[in-house]
């Protein structure tokens, strides 16, 4: 079943990218890698932190669960602060400000100091990832919008590869401010080429000004996402997307520490970041490649996949849980972990791409991100809880089953959803591939 749009075309001609889209598109993508480098950075900067400031690792949950909450603002308020002030002025202001407070957090010498700098570049970063997957759908066009979310949402991974693969060696040579350094010049350089590629002649589409339309004003409401048929479908992918950021932000937020307790030396402990990261980025290769393959079949199933990905999430928690691996198969289990919860990450962003229309497209994608959010610092607030009443790495492990359980079992919901209802699209903006 296809969705009828009334979309603008994007800038595809006679079924070819033009080069100057292509930059467009790289352009975005690199804004997403930088949002998964700052979501992961500070998880493997706690550690030397801790150290040097002589407390123990679970005192800095407070950052965190700050972090986190700075993100879900960023997210609530992206639909409303683009469409006042327009996307332009919406997308580079964020990248700045992320840029600047993450600069100053060099200088934080508290825990409560550093919190409130971490909340702040939350609130700019986490703006920017609707806007960037947006306008990568603006640009390329409603036919293909779908492949370009699956493509931009793999930023997070590359972002969180780069940084687990070059943050010990940084660390080692130049400490930990060099983490927050790198963090704060990188979205400076590339603040200018973002606000370019969110020109009115490249995506006129998304320039209007709400506060003199009372229609675009509109559709920045998170009440329109519970209209008709919208309403099971929103309420479902919001706690989907509250499961699967519960997991992930735990995993990303204190696999460093948890590490040493599976025999990895608390000096390498940032390579479970890699390893987990590029799981990721290796299962969403492998979800692409999944779907093109049912795309040539002519069905396209993405939550079958995704249910696929959930169960070597579990088998994952179970044998590190369970199981007396070395360290290389304890970095396996890490990656296979990854796979599964990234790709679920990729496909919430996915589904809501395909289902919402372009004018409310930010407003979707902010909320359910924002709703994922609130479960990603409830994961680690959880996490840190556990650790300081003495829980070990292991049972901790084993914990974090539920959640994934109950994602898979929250997507098959939303597949009985899609089915119930002949306005939800299934293979809309997928069979391209």
């Given at each position: 079943?296809?969705?009828?749009?009334?979309?603008?075309?994007?800038?595809?001609?006679?079924?070819?990218?033009?080069?100057?889209?292509v930059l467009a598109l790289i352009t975005c993508f690199l804004v997403i890698v930088l949002d998964g480098f700052n979501t992961t950075s500070f998880a493997f900067v706690v550690p030397p932190l801790a150290h040097e400031w002589g407390l123990v690792p679970a005192r800095f949950t407070s950052v965190f669960v700050a972090t986190n909450v700075g993100a879900v603002l960023g997210y609530v308020c992206v639909g409303s602060v683009a469409r006042r002030f327009g996307y332009r002025f919406a997308g580079s202001a964020s990248v700045?400000?992320?840029?600047?407070?993450?600069?100053?957090?060099?200088?934080?010498?508290?825990?409560?100091?550093?919190?409130?700098?971490?909340?702040?570049?939350?609130?700019?970063?986490?703006?920017?990832?609707?806007?960037?997957?947006?306008?990568?759908?603006?640009?390329?066009?409603?036919?293909?919008?779908?492949?370009?979310?699956?493509?931009?949402?793999?930023?997070?991974?590359?972002?969180?590869?780069?940084?687990?693969?070059?943050?010990?060696?940084?660390?080692?040579?130049?400490?930990?401010?060099?983490?927050?350094?790198?963090?704060?010049?990188?979205?400076?350089?590339?603040?200018?080429?973002?606000?370019?590629?969110?020109?009115?002649?490249?995506c006129a589409d998304l320039m209007a000004n709400g506060a003199r339309d009372p229609a675009q004003r509109a559709a920045s409401r998170p009440q329109v996402l519970f209209r008709g048929d919208l309403a099971i479908f929103t309420s479902l992918l919001w706690l989907f997307a509250f499961l699967v950021f519960v997991d992930v932000f735990a995993m990303l937020s204190w696999i460093p520490t948890l590490l040493p307790s599976f025999g990895i030396a608390p000096a390498r402990a940032s390579v479970g970041i890699a390893a987990f990261s590029f799981g990721g980025l290796c299962g969403n290769i492998l979800m692409t490649l999944i779907v093109a393959l049912m795309a040539l079949a002519g069905r396209v199933r993405l939550k079958l996949a995704l249910t696929v990905g959930f169960v070597l999430v579990i088998a994952g928690f179970v044998a590190l849980g369970r199981a007396p691996l070395g360290a290389?198969?304890?970095?396996?289990?890490?990656?296979?972990?990854?796979?599964?919860?990234?790709?679920?990450?990729?496909?919430?962003t996915a589904m809501a791409v395909a289902r919402y229309p372009l004018q409310m497209r930010a407003t979707g994608l902010g909320w359910a991100h924002a709703i994922g959010r609130m479960g990603s610092f409830v994961g680690p607030a959880i996490c840190g809880e556990l650790l300081s009443l003495g829980w070990s790495a292991r049972a901790i492990v084993l914990i974090a089953i539920v959640p994934a359980v109950a994602a898979m079992l929250t997507l098959g919901a939303l597949a009985r959803a899609g089915r119930a209802s002949s306005a939800v699209p299934r293979t809309e903006g997928l069979a391209q591939y």
């Amino acid at each position: 079943m296809t969705e009828k749009s009334n979309e603008p075309g994007g800038d595809v001609k006679g079924g070819t990218v033009r080069a100057g889209s292509v930059l467009a598109l790289i352009t975005c993508f690199l804004v997403i890698v930088l949002d998964g480098f700052n979501t992961t950075s500070f998880a493997f900067v706690v550690p030397p932190l801790a150290h040097e400031w002589g407390l123990v690792p679970a005192r800095f949950t407070s950052v965190f669960v700050a972090t986190n909450v700075g993100a879900v603002l960023g997210y609530v308020c992206v639909g409303s602060v683009a469409r006042r002030f327009g996307y332009r002025f919406a997308g580079s202001a964020s990248v700045v400000v992320s840029a600047g407070f993450t600069l100053a957090a060099t200088f934080a010498t508290n825990i409560a100091t550093l919190s409130a700098l971490r909340l702040f570049a939350a609130v700019g970063l986490c703006a920017v990832l609707p806007i960037a997957i947006t306008a990568s759908a603006s640009i390329i066009g409603p036919k293909h919008k779908v492949a370009a979310s699956l493509i931009m949402t793999t930023g997070m991974s590359v972002g969180s590869v780069a940084g687990g693969m070059i943050g010990g060696p940084l660390m080692q040579h130049l400490g930990w401010h060099a983490i927050f350094v790198l963090g704060g010049i990188l979205p400076l350089v590339i603040a200018l080429p973002f606000f370019l590629v969110l020109s009115p002649a490249r995506c006129a589409d998304l320039m209007a000004n709400g506060a003199r339309d009372p229609a675009q004003r509109a559709a920045s409401r998170p009440q329109v996402l519970f209209r008709g048929d919208l309403a099971i479908f929103t309420s479902l992918l919001w706690l989907f997307a509250f499961l699967v950021f519960v997991d992930v932000f735990a995993m990303l937020s204190w696999i460093p520490t948890l590490l040493p307790s599976f025999g990895i030396a608390p000096a390498r402990a940032s390579v479970g970041i890699a390893a987990f990261s590029f799981g990721g980025l290796c299962g969403n290769i492998l979800m692409t490649l999944i779907v093109a393959l049912m795309a040539l079949a002519g069905r396209v199933r993405l939550k079958l996949a995704l249910t696929v990905g959930f169960v070597l999430v579990i088998a994952g928690f179970v044998a590190l849980g369970r199981a007396p691996l070395g360290a290389a198969a304890v970095l396996l289990m890490i990656g296979v972990i990854g796979a599964g919860l990234v790709n679920a990450m990729m496909g919430l962003t996915a589904m809501a791409v395909a289902r919402y229309p372009l004018q409310m497209r930010a407003t979707g994608l902010g909320w359910a991100h924002a709703i994922g959010r609130m479960g990603s610092f409830v994961g680690p607030a959880i996490c840190g809880e556990l650790l300081s009443l003495g829980w070990s790495a292991r049972a901790i492990v084993l914990i974090a089953i539920v959640p994934a359980v109950a994602a898979m079992l929250t997507l098959g919901a939303l597949a009985r959803a899609g089915r119930a209802s002949s306005a939800v699209p299934r293979t809309e903006g997928l069979a391209q591939y």
